[in-house]
């Protein structure tokens, strides 16, 4: 499974298909992303976020040739994409 990762504000997960997740350190909701897609693989996606500056970079997928696998910048504040 994949790992969460914090900047010590913040702890972003990712859960496959179910999404990307931000809480603060109190465990309160910030943000989520449930639009990225269904992950679908033989063995699970392990896939975890990674931050970088004022981002959280997250490999979407695999969907092992059934949908689209993608590397998503996002803002660690809100949630938006920033890159794709």
Same mark, same amino acid.
């Given at each position: 499974?994949?790992? +969460?990762?914090?900047? &010590?504000?913040?702890?972003?997960?990712? #859960? &496959?298909?179910?999404?990307? @997740?931000? @809480? *603060?350190? *109190?465990? $309160?909701?910030? /943000?989520?992303?449930?639009?990225?897609? $269904? /992950?679908?693989?033989? #063995?699970?996606?392990?896939?975890? +976020?990674?931050?970088?500056? *004022?981002?959280?970079?997250? /490999?979407? !997928? +695999?969907? *092992? !040739? %059934? !949908?689209?696998? @993608?590397?998503? &910048?996002? %803002? $660690?504040?809100?949630?938006?994409?920033? /890159? $794709?």
């Amino acid at each position: 499974h994949a790992s +969460p990762v914090t900047d &010590g504000e913040r702890v972003v997960a990712c #859960f &496959g298909s179910a999404g990307v @997740y931000c @809480y *603060d350190l *109190d465990g $309160k909701e910030l /943000w989520k992303r449930t639009d990225l897609g $269904k /992950w679908e693989a033989a #063995f699970g996606n392990s896939a975890s +976020p990674v931050l970088v500056g *004022d981002m959280v970079v997250q /490999w979407c !997928g +695999p969907n *092992d !040739g %059934k !949908g689209e696998n @993608y590397l998503l &910048g996002m %803002k $660690k504040s809100n949630g938006e994409t920033v /890159w $794709k």
